[in-house]
């Protein structure tokens, strides 16, 4: 659970609020109902849809969410799983009573273990995990691209494919570039595959 937690964590932090919730979905779903993990998860994801409501003035299902994220929240120790809830529940209550708040005061980051996570402190795993959900979010971009080059980087011996999708997260005024320099490392990559003897290598003389 931890790289999904980081990921989904990013991911609201670095503003992607209605993203941050498919980092925990899958694995909220296969946790048993009622459980610490299950309420903790389902809390947050209804933290962030709160959030994401709020931000586009939908102030009743601001309010829902808020209440609801509440109650899911409600009896767990202040820092669950290393992540700070004292402050989350403390602001999905102001959201619940006034959901304008969120044009008055910035939904608190999600803080794990003391620091506020963002793209840049995550591992691979966590890279891969966001770097799959952003492609998803962000209409300009194929997922399938995405996840053909997370499968690179997990096999490959060099570290272009990584150093490109921590990239790809990481530098979002050149992420189209990133993305099209992702793409043609992979249409190299397959040719050189398919053609393991480099008869059609262009380099090759005649």
């Known amino acids: 659970m931890e790289a999904a937690l980081d990921a989904g964590a990013a ?6 609020h209605h993203a941050a919730h498919d980092a925990w979905e899958d694995r909220w779903l296969g946790l048993a109902n009622g459980s ?7 809390g947050l994801i209804q933290y962030t849809a709160a959030v994401y409501h709020a931000k586009r003035r939908n102030w009743e299902g601001a309010i829902g969410l808020a209440e609801s994220a ?5 009896g767990l120790a202040k820092c669950h799983r290393g992540v700070d809830l004292a402050v989350i529940r403390t602001y999905l209550e102001s959201l619940a009573v ?28 966590g890279v891969a995990i966001a770097a799959g959900i952003l492609a998803e979010e962000l209409t300009s971009y194929e997922p399938a691209l995405i996840e053909r080059a997370i499968e690179m980087a997990a096999s490959a011996e060099d ?13 979002e005024d050149r992420r189209e570039l990133i993305y099209d320099r ?9 040719t050189r595959y398919s053609d393991p003897a480099g008869l059609f290598d262009t380099d090759q003389s005649s």
């Open 11 to 16: 991911l609201f932090n670095e503003g992607y």
């Open 36 to 42: 610490a993990d299950e309420r903790f998860l389902h």
């Open 70 to 74: 509440t109650g899911y929240l409600h």
């Open 98 to 125: 006034d959901p304008v708040t969120i044009e008055r005061r910035t939904p608190p980051p999600i803080r794990i273990d003391g620091r506020v996570v963002t793209f840049e402190e995550l591992e691979f795993e």
């Open 159 to 171: 570290e272009r494919y990584n150093a490109l999708l921590r990239d790809f997260l990481l530098v």
């Open 182 to 190: 992702l793409r043609a490392h992979l249409e190299r990559d397959q």
